[in-house]
């Protein structure tokens, strides 16, 4: 069982940077793809970033391509996604992932454990 942990949301300006940690418990953690997910109200869970176990392969929705930036510390067992030029549409709920492949990322029900998420608002 893996238990993961986000931080580092918070409120902030348009144009702000803000940068999510997502810590895991566990020991296979470098086996693992790692994705950020968020949710705005009254939308559903949507696939901002993933990266694959030891960082490799990288995906972007096309909203954050040039903004965001997903990274991984296998030694830390975290996750990060710095967020620059943050935008009033990047306002959300924000949850990591755990996904035992890259190919599967895309897929919500592919994934095998969640973080709580973190708040991030962006005021314009």
């Known amino acids: 069982q893996v238990q993961l942990v986000e931080t580092g949301g918070g409120l902030v300006q348009a144009g702000d940077s803000l940068r999510l940690s997502c810590a895991a418990s566990?020991?296979?953690?470098?086996?693992?793809?790692m994705a950020w997910f968020r949710q705005a109200p009254g939308k559903e869970r949507e696939l901002v970033a993933a990266?694959?176990?030891?960082?490799?392969?990288?995906y972007y929705t096309d909203s954050v391509k040039g903004r965001f930036t997903i990274s991984r510390d296998n030694a830390k067992n975290t996750v990060y996604l710095q967020m620059n030029s943050l935008k009033p549409g990047d306002t959300a709920v924000y949850y990591c992932?755990?996904?035992?492949?890259?190919?599967?990322?895309?897929?919500?029900?592919?994934?095998?454990?969640w973080g709580q998420g973190t708040q991030v608002t962006v005021s314009s």
């Open positions: 992932g755990a996904n035992r492949f890259f190919y599967a990322v895309a897929l919500m029900t592919s994934y095998d454990y």
């Open positions: 566990g020991r296979t953690f470098n086996t693992y793809s």
């Open positions: 990266i694959s176990g030891v960082g490799g392969n990288i």
